[in-house]
């Protein structure tokens, strides 16, 4: 083991062992100086990259970093600080802050912990950590075979790099019910971004994995390959004439619609009278064939935890069901000003997962027949209050059941009301790097701006 490895390894354990007394050094001092409840998430975490770039080696860079978030109560009034040092007199000065901080906010009759009974208790581990001793010299290496790999290709005429990431986190979250939980956990990601073509007709893209597990992490040659299989598939792109057709959102970006449709039942959406969704509850959004569920205990999950961000036990929930919106997203303060119950996420869901009408990529094609198939989508065009949806497009012209030649130029619009209501399946091709588990989804129609 190197020596920087070896620095990099005695850093985690220190953490380990020392953000603990950290998070109860804060809670003690708050309680000593009047704070009626407190809570404090404290971090570090430690990171290796290497990027390649046109064969050779671009840069090299560590990083370590670390934190402390501290939320104090005085009764109703709230203060907050975060701050990066976690000397014993910065913490003790933060607590100062946040209690100064407190004394100058309004009371806000929602504030406060999540109650005690919630808390978490006797929990599984999620296995969030599998670290692996990765030298400078073995991610360089990767990151060469990967953009090598992907430069192959004599049309491919410039790169925008290759990327190896390993990377390690400790979190704690203490607060004064006596709640302390600490998880550890890996991360180790890849890719490549190639550009191809010349003059005006060049096109970009890309590929990447993400992973807990070094050994699972898709070989670097495969990801630089796939980098340039998408570029060159999107060489001599077409303009399309405006119209009406059935859209079809590729897995990779398919867990954009989620997300929005995770966006308008958020808690802080929804009591700010926000979202398009708001008053939905127990109404048919979707298709009867369509169910998304969270799984927090997934083993080595993206998101993975027993207890959300204020303590409280996570646990399985079904915010679709056969098309019935059936639970909101809400945290303890958005559930007590909307006159609910948290749902224990605090934070977000957690490993997304969205069901799937059985056909894969292929049959989706042949069931879209003629249409859009969307690889790209570009600008903020959502309106999370009316649901308008407008946002710029790239992909390719289907017919037949059979992708044609490539698009660009093109908005897509609708209404995300409507564009619910109208999937028709969604693929077994799920994209599982993320926090979102989605197939392709295909919608009915959409308009189709071009040129």
């Known amino acids: 083991m190197s020596q920087q490895e070896e620095h990099y ?39 290796l990259s290497v990027n390649a770039r046109m064969g050779e080696v671009e840069t ?48 806000d009759e929602f504030a406060g912990l999540a109650d005690a009974g919630l808390m978490a208790k006797d929990w599984q581990d999620p296995e969030l950590y599998y670290p692996q001793s990765l030298s400078v010299d073995t991610l360089t290496e990767q990151a060469l075979l990967c953009e090598n790999a992907g430069r192959s290709d004599q049309h491919i005429t410039n790169s925008d790099g290759a990327g190896l990431y390993s990377g390690e986190r400790v979190m704690v979250y203490a607060n004064s019910h006596g709640f302390s939980g600490m998880l ?12 191809a073509g010349s003059g ?69 959406s929804l009591y700010r009278n926000a979202s398009f969704l708001k008053d939905k509850l127990g109404e048919q959004v979707m298709p009867d064939f369509l169910s ?15 207890f959300d961000r204020e303590g409280v036990a996570t646990r399985d929930n079904t915010f679709v069901n056969q098309g019935v919106l059936s639970s909101y997203l809400l945290g303890s ?66 017919e037949n059941g059979v992708i044609q030649y490539p698009v660009h130029e093109i908005t897509i619009a609708g209404n995300l009301n409507d564009m619910f209501r109208k999937i028709q399946a969604i693929g077994t091709d799920i994209d599982t790097r993320g926090n979102t588990h989605t197939g392709s989804i295909l919608i009915e129609q959409m308009s189709l701006a071009g040129s």
């Open 333 to 398: 303060y958005s559930a007590r000003k909307l006159g609910l119950e948290t749902t224990a996420n605090a934070g977000g869901a957690r490993n997304l997962k969205v069901s799937t009408t059985g056909e894969d990529f292929a049959q989706l094609l042949k069931k879209m027949d003629t249409g859009l198939l969307v690889t790209e989508l570009m600008g903020q065009g959502v309106n999370m209050v009316t649901g308008d949806y407008s946002r710029g497009a790239a992909g390719f012209w289907v």
């Open 184 to 195: 550890s956990g890996t991360n180790y990601s890849s890719s490549c971004v190639l550009i």
């Open 292 to 306: 998304i569920s969270e799984q927090p205990g997934l083993k080595a999950g993206v998101s993975s935890s027993p």
């Open 9 to 47: 390894t005695e850093q985690m354990n220190s953490w380990r062992a020392q953000l603990p007394e950290c998070a109860q050094q804060v809670l003690e001092r708050a309680r000593s100086l009047g704070a009626s409840a407190a809570e404090v998430s404290v971090s570090g975490s430690s990171g």
């Open 60 to 107: 090299v860079e560590f990083n370590q970093d670390q934190s402390v978030s501290l939320t104090l109560y005085r009764g109703k009034k709230k203060g907050h600080v975060s701050v990066t040092d976690l000397t014993e007199k910065a913490l003790n000065n933060a607590v100062d802050m946040a209690l100064a901080f407190a004394d100058h906010t309004a009371e």
């Open 200 to 268: 005006d007709n060049m096109q970009r893209d890309y590929w990447y994995d993400s992973q807990r597990q070094w050994s699972n992490l898709m070989p670097p040659e495969a990801i630089g390959k796939k980098a340039a299989e998408r570029v060159l598939a999107r060489l001599n792109p077409q303009k399309i004439s405006t119209r009406k057709v059935p859209v079809l959102f590729a897995a990779e970006v398919a867990s954009g619609l989620i997300g929005h449709l995770m966006g308008a039942i958020s808690g802080g």
